[in-house]
């Protein structure tokens, strides 16, 4: 089973400041990884598939970058809405979800 | 517009069967896979199975392989995931999504399953 390893666990950022999130596969996943969000009490959405494309209506303030085993979320200047739970997610062998990482308001 | 619709909370003892549904509308159900999700309170998310509702053919996480079961009715564009006997560590929300391109997309609302004697 490939392991996701994300990290920070918690990331304590301010509104319009810039967020960088990272995900390590504990092996190759080449570009079959994706982003979700989650904010409280809701589904996780898709933000970002096959490592750098941004979904359908994903503003263009997330980007995503990476391939191999080293993978980032990058979001270029925080917005309110954007403080929630990231996770990353592998599709090369089966699938697996990372623990994900909290982006809290400071 | 392309929506999931889950069956709602349900509460439940130790040792009960369950069947929850994961309704499809607004695309051909029989041409996408469908996935599950659990999350149990407070924690990250966990990957399940999913399934091809044209032909039913079914993939499952080491994890949940023998715990639960993933079916599909395409006949009324409906995915499931049952238990056969319930256990109080299966509290959780579940989540069923479509795959497209390989990933959840979009996601239903989620049903909460609360099993507690």
């Known amino acids: 089973e490939i392991v996701l390893t994300q990290s920070p666990a918690t990331l304590s950022l301010s509104p319009g400041e810039r967020a960088t999130l990272s995900c390590r596969a504990s092996?190759?996943?080449?570009?079959?990884l994706a982003w979700y969000q989650q904010k409280p009490g809701q589904a996780p959405r898709l933000l970002i598939y096959?490592?750098?494309n941004r979904a359908t209506g994903i503003p263009a303030r997330f980007s995503g970058s990476g391939s191999g085993t080293d993978f980032t979320l990058t979001i270029s200047s925080l917005e309110p809405e954007d403080f929630a739970v990231y996770y990353c997610?592998?599709?090369?062998?089966?699938?697996?979800f990372g623990q994900g990482t909290k982006l809290e308001i400071k | 517009e392309v929506q999931l619709v889950q069956s709602g909370a349900e509460v439940k003892k130790p040792g009960e069967s369950l069947k929850i549904s994961c309704k499809g509308s607004?695309?051909?159900?029989?041409?996408?896979?469908i996935g599950w999700v659990r999350q149990m309170p407070g924690k990250g998310l966990e990957w399940m199975g999913i399934?091809?509702?044209?032909?039913?053919?079914?993939r499952y996480s080491p994890s949940f392989q023998g715990q639960v079961t993933i079916s599909a009715d395409k006949s009324i564009s409906t995915a499931y995931l049952q238990w056969s006997s319930l256990k109080a560590s299966d509290t959780a929300m579940y989540y069923c999504?479509?795959?497209?391109?390989?990933?959840?997309?979009?996601w239903g609302q989620g049903t909460l399953v609360t099993v507690s004697s």
């Open positions: 607004g695309y051909s159900f029989t041409s996408y896979w």
């Open positions: 999504a479509r795959l497209n391109g390989g990933y959840d997309d979009p």
């Open positions: 399934i091809y509702p044209g032909d039913s053919d079914t």
């Open positions: 997610q592998q599709r090369s062998n089966l699938y697996t």
């Open positions: 096959d490592a750098s």
């Open positions: 092996q190759s996943v080449s570009s079959y």
